[in-house]
């Protein structure tokens, strides 16, 4: 049986405007370049640059007070309030922070070839009969950007059969794979670490050093990863010295021969700052990049097409319809105008929060001043949300006397020392890192040692915790450190 009742529901809805500035907020600066961009070619009634012409007016702003465009019919929109010729509202205007030196908007490219077709150009040097041409194809296809093969010659030779109609064997195969391996850099096709070291050693003019090099990473591979020197020393029956000049050979390898090749045809990845932080007579000086600043006008030409809507004596269906289109286009200009003001404010605003909180560090570029901050104390300062806090540091860059730094990476959890005070773990971390780097190579600190030492330096805490920290600063365990 059906039954009808009323039901009371109270929800929080974000409105299209909202949801817009938080989506621009998020963007660090070439990604909102690319927005931008992006709207003015998607919004004719938006314009970059300064008008040329006279400017609308506060009135213009007054007509966005009222209700949704798409419940907005021709016959209520009031014309004047589109063409009134008042002073330049204040959205027009450039921010403070902007500089002409900053006004940098070219994205740099790599040129050149892609490094499968690198690899290919040498091949044709070499005499292949057509199967041998298509196998060879294949596997520098097969090559991955770090100049490895890591796919298992028998699931290559199905692919070469289903894919590209070629029926042959494994020999073939490692035959012709042998073939590019032979190709430069040296070390490419390896299908794994240890073939891709000894590649490149047999290349090398032979010498004592170079042979047991090999020997070791082809019969003793694992204990050599390990640092084993001692059992390496055993079961080879060499000298100490001897092993250090044979790891020594192996160091100067390129554990990534594709990783080095600079034709590929990719993007460089830029880091673009998106503040500035300098010192000028001992005090802070915050700067927003003027890239984050455009100049951005309502289209003078619309206005006009208002106007002669407004002086036509006969108001045609058509006439109408465009108004309503004309109204949306100023409508969304408007409200992208309002957006961008609002992200210059909010990032501004949050990195001085930033920048003041943290003070002590950016005056000296001392991680260990570095104070406890978590996303809440930002947002609790600047009477914002913590998502908003977050959407700020989490992609964006700052450039500070001391190298440009990712925002989040000023953000930690804090913990209590022997006196009771609140430090960071950044500073943890930062004496955990001098700590390994002035230990004793020959017999590195382990973990429980570690631990003892910052507990000595009045920071009590547990060995697990050491080790997440090692791990967090890419330090391995203290067998991995060992050196001869």
């Known amino acids: 049986m059906l039954k009808q009742h009323l039901q009371f529901k109270l929800s929080q809805k974000l409105s299209p405007q909202q949801i817009q500035l938080m989506k621009l907020i998020q963007l660090p600066t070439q990604a909102f370049e690319q927005r931008l961009k992006q709207e003015l070619e998607e919004n004719p009634a938006l314009e970059g640059g300064k008008e040329e012409k006279e400017a609308l007016g506060d009135d213009y702003a007054d007509v966005y007070e009222e209700s949704d465009s798409e419940t907005i019919t021709a016959e209520d929109i009031n014309i004047d309030d589109y063409l009134s010729d008042d002073e330049i509202p204040d959205y027009r205007t ?5 500089s002409a030196d900053e006004d940098e908007k070219s994205v740099p490219y790599a040129s050149g070839t892609t490094f499968n077709q690198f690899l290919l150009t ?16 294949f596997l520098v296809g097969s090559v991955d950007e770090s100049g490895y093969i890591r796919r298992p010659i028998t699931d290559i030779l199905d692919d070469l059969a289903f894919t590209q109609n070629i029926y042959t064997n494994e020999e073939t195969i490692l035959k012709v794979l042998h073939i590019v391996q032979a190709l430069d850099p040296p070390g490419v096709a390896a299908r794994s670490l240890e073939e891709c070291l000894i590649i490149q050693l047999k290349r090398k003019e032979t010498t004592t050093s170079i042979e047991l090099a090999i020997t070791i990473l082809d019969k003793s591979f694992e204990q050599f990863t390990k640092k084993h020197y001692k059992k390496l020393i055993n079961k080879h029956n060499i000298t100490e010295d001897q092993l250090k000049e044979a790891i020594s050979e192996i160091e100067r390898l390129n554990p990534k021969p594709g990783g080095s090749y600079a034709g590929n045809n990719r993007i460089v990845e830029h880091v673009v700052p998106d503040f500035s ?15 984050n600043a455009p100049e951005l006008h309502v289209s003078r030409e619309y206005s006009n097409m208002l106007q002669g809507y407004k002086d036509s004596k006969e108001k045609s269906k058509s006439q109408k319809d465009t108004v309503q289109f004309i109204k949306q286009k100023l409508d969304a200009a408007k409200w992208f105008i309002d957006a961008i003001r609002q992200r210059q404010q909010t990032l501004f605003i949050t990195m001085n929060a930033i920048m003041q909180y943290q003070k002590e560090y950016f005056l000296s570029g001392d991680e260990r001043n570095l104070r406890p901050m978590i996303l809440k104390d930002i947002a609790d300062e600047i009477h914002m949300d913590v998502s908003t806090v977050s959407r700020v540091a989490n992609s964006k860059y700052v450039d500070t006397p001391y190298g440009t730094k990712l925002i989040k990476e000023y953000f930690s959890e804090s913990m209590k020392n022997e ?22 190579k020959k017999k590195p600190l382990t973990d429980d040692k ?13 060995r697990r915790t050491v080790a997440k920290y090692r791990e967090q600063l890419s330090i391995p365990v203290a067998r991995l450190r060992k050196q001869i």
């Open 94 to 98: 450039k921010t403070s922070n902007y």
């Open 122 to 137: 040498q091949l044709n040097t070499v005499y292949l009969s057509n199967e041998e041409w298509g196998i060879a194809e």
């Open 277 to 291: 932080i300098k010192i000028a007579d001992g005090e802070l000086e915050l700067t927003l990049n003027g890239r």
């Open 419 to 440: 006196q009771g005070e609140d430090v960071s773990t950044k500073e943890i971390k930062k004496i955990l890192e001098t700590v390994i780097a002035e230990e004793t």
């Open 450 to 462: 570690l631990a003892a030492i910052l507990k000595d330096k009045g920071y009590p805490i547990a």
